[in-house]
Every structure is written in C-alpha cells, then in structure tokens.
C-alpha cells in the first residue's frame, strides 16, 4: 500500500516518515482494497496554540467509501496516535457495514428498518468538531489548489470532487466516516446538490439547491 506525504507549509522529517510506514501497516487488515493512504502534516506558528501546535490528517479510499481522521497535540506523533486511533474505528465500520451488505442484511436498505433519521437516540449525541474543516468529502482524485490575491494574505483553498448520488442516509454515513460536521452530496432522487450538517444533540439538518429557474 501507498502512503504519500504531503507537508503543508512546512517540511516532513525522514524519521517521522519511517514512522508513518509502521504504523500504518495495520490499515491494509481492515481495508484491504485500500491502494494508499494520503497524509497531510501541518503546523501551527502561533505560540498561544502550542499545544496543539501539529495537525495530522489521514485520508484512506476504501472501494469507493472516503475515510478521514485529523487530530491535533503538541507534537505530530502525538497527533498522529490520535487520528490513527480515530481512523481504525471508522474503517471498521465501513468493514462492517460492507460485511452486512453482503449477507443481505444491509439494515438501512431495508423497509422499517432504523437509520440515523428513524433511530432512537441512545447515550450522549456525536459531539461536534471544535474546528470543522470547510470542504466537501474528498475523494481521491479531487483537484485542489490554493488561491489567493496577488498582495493578500487570504488564500482560499479549492477542491473539485467527483460526485456520486446517494440518498440522505447515505449522505449522513458518509459524514461520519470523514469526520466533517456537514457532507456535501448529490441528491439520487432529484439530481439537486443537497448538503447534510450537524447541528445540537441528535439533530441533522439538510439544505437543497433548486437549479430550476424561475418562469414568467
């Protein structure tokens, strides 16, 4: 399997690089169709941010289905312990919930059957990102590039993703393999972009874009 390395703004030691190989060994046993997986380090300059100075985010595209983890500490092998952490147990419930399909007993395709719309809430609701990245799913082969004003300091990071339809539950299962408080998605029944996002408790709420123009 693959791993590429990808310092932001800054430049990744050989030996963390080592490390990286090791530790993500384990991630061909849950996801074997994995072909890489895409690591991003960044840091952050501000010292009232020091500990959480290392950011650390895994991108693993397993037979279609994006997961994600990022975590922040003091230093990237801290970072990436937890973001590892995170990425294993969201492997192994894209793992399992392939395993379901297979057996025919794929719960949230089936008539009555519960979802994260139906469900009963049971314990504490997902709690939400403290600092939510704003960007679609990634996919793979997502372009993406930096823009910024010539003379500016805000440079706007855009990402193009291929998009295939789904309905909500999908959309909302999605979400919570990425790690995102919102999924953008294209809607399977209408063709409309809709957008899936967390709001308190157990609450989802979802937005429709009509590209239907207005007549008369």
């Given at each position: 399997m693959e791993i590429n390395v990808?310092?932001?703004?800054m430049d990744v030691p050989d030996r963390f690089r080592r490390h990286l190989s090791e530790k993500l060994d384990?991630?061909?046993?849950?996801?074997?169709?994995?072909?890489r997986v895409d690591v991003e380090v960044s840091q952050e300059k501000n010292p009232r941010q020091s500990e959480?100075?290392?950011?650390?985010?895994?991108?693993?595209?397993?037979?279609?289905?994006?997961?994600?983890?990022?975590?922040?500490?003091?230093?990237?092998?801290?970072?990436?312990?937890?973001?590892?952490?995170?990425?294993?147990e969201?492997?192994?419930?894209?793992?399992?919930?392939?395993?379901?399909?297979?057996?025919?007993?794929d719960r949230s395709h089936q008539a009555g059957a519960p979802s994260l719309r139906t469900m009963t809430p049971?314990?504490?609701?997902?709690?939400?990102?403290?600092?939510?990245?704003?960007?679609?799913?990634?996919?793979?082969?997502?372009?993406?590039q930096d823009l910024a004003t010539q003379g500016s300091p805000v440079v706007i990071r855009e990402k193009k993703h291929p998009a295939r339809?789904?309905?909500?539950?999908d959309a909302l299962y999605q979400m919570e393999l990425v790690g995102h408080d919102f999924f953008l998605f294209v809607d399977a029944e209408t063709g409309n972009p809709k957008v899936v996002y967390r709001r308190k408790g157990w609450n989802y709420g979802v937005?429709?874009?009509?590209?239907?123009?207005?007549t008369g």
């Open positions: 990808v310092g932001r703004h384990k991630v061909t046993q849950l996801a074997p169709a994995a072909l959480l100075s290392d950011r650390v985010e895994l991108t693993v595209v397993d037979n279609g289905a994006v997961i994600r983890s990022e975590a922040r500490a003091d230093d990237l092998y801290g970072a990436l312990d937890i973001a590892y952490g995170k990425l294993l969201r492997l192994r419930r894209a793992r399992d919930k392939r395993k379901d399909h297979r057996r025919g007993r049971d314990g504490e609701p997902p709690a939400p990102l403290s600092e939510p990245e704003p960007a679609a799913p990634a996919e793979s082969d997502a372009a993406e339809p789904m309905d909500i539950d937005i429709e874009l009509d590209g239907a123009l207005p």
